[in-house]
């Protein structure tokens, strides 16, 4: 008998009951060896009193009750209880469960990055640029700190620091860049 964790068993679980929901539903068929006979296709009317078990040679649909339980072949006499060797083929399963690539949701941005860029800016109006080797009292660690208060007070929360260093420098490029055109 197989062992899976318990992620595992929940996804093989969910995915069993995707599958059985689809080949009762006709949407997708299934052959299978009844106990006596050839292999045939299992009727989509029978699969929502099928379970299906992982057995020493593999994976058998049995006739199961409400707990999920294996019910015995001689309770129901000359029915059709179990099927073993149960197979879907490929084309089957891609054809109802095509793949498609995961929708990517847009990021949501968390900070308006825009009025802190605009913000640091005035801070640099105001306060000259950063240049260590004219004034060492005003570095970008400075810039950064304040731009700390200012997150907490415009927004009630702090962005990491590796965020408010990036935008600082953003910022820094853009004033430089409107110091440039005049």
């Known amino acids: 008998m197989a062992r ?8 093989l679980i969910k995915g069993e009951k995707l599958l059985v929901g689809e080949l009762a539903s006709k949407n997708c068929i299934a052959l299978g060896v009844p106990r006596e006979g050839p292999p045939e296709q299992i009727p989509a009317n029978e699969w929502p009193y099928f379970a299906i078990f992982d057995g020493d040679s593999g994976l058998f649909v049995q006739l199961a009750n409400n707990d999920g339980n294996e019910v015995i072949d001689e309770m129901f006499g000359r029915h059709k209880t179990r099927y073993e060797d149960v197979r879907v083929s490929r084309a089957e399963l891609v054809k109802t469960f095509p793949a498609t690539p ?4 847009p990021r949501k941005t968390h900070y308006d990055w825009p009025a802190f860029i605009e913000e ?6 105001d306060e000259g640029n950063i240049d260590p080797g004219s004034d060492p009292d005003w570095i970008q660690a400075d810039l950064e700190r304040r731009m700390l208060v200012w997150c907490e007070a415009t927004w009630g929360k702090e962005p990491s620091e590796s965020g408010i260093r990036m935008k600082v420098s953003d910022a820094l490029s853009i004033f430089h860049e409107r110091l440039k055109a005049g």
């Open 102 to 105: 995961p929708k990517k949701k």
């Open 4 to 11: 899976h964790g318990r992620l595992e068993t929940f996804a």
């Open 120 to 125: 640091a800016i005035r801070q640099l109006e």
